[in-house]
């Protein structure tokens, strides 16, 4: 196998980990953060206007 063929394995096998890390802290980050909302009393109404952004005012330009 050529050098560059096996630094494209090498690569792809680290995306795979670099995947499952990922997952797998997203994993434990909601758990957290669902713990957290029990012991506070928080619910999803309350979160909901801190998760969402609100969108800009198009201006549209007068046409005359």
């Not at 630094?7 to 680290?14: F, P, Q, R, T, V």
């Not at 434990?28 to 969402?52: E, F, N, R, W």
Request: glycine share 2%; no cysteine; charged share 35%.
């Amino acid at each position: 196998m050529s050098k560059l063929a096996e630094l494209m394995a090498k690569k792809a096998e680290l995306e795979k980990q670099i995947e499952a890390a990922k997952q797998a802290e997203q994993a434990d980050a909601i758990k957290q953060i669902v713990d957290l909302a029990k012991s506070y009393g928080i619910s999803y109404a309350d979160l909901k206007p801190h998760m969402t952004r609100r969108r800009k005012r198009r201006v549209v330009a007068d046409a005359s």
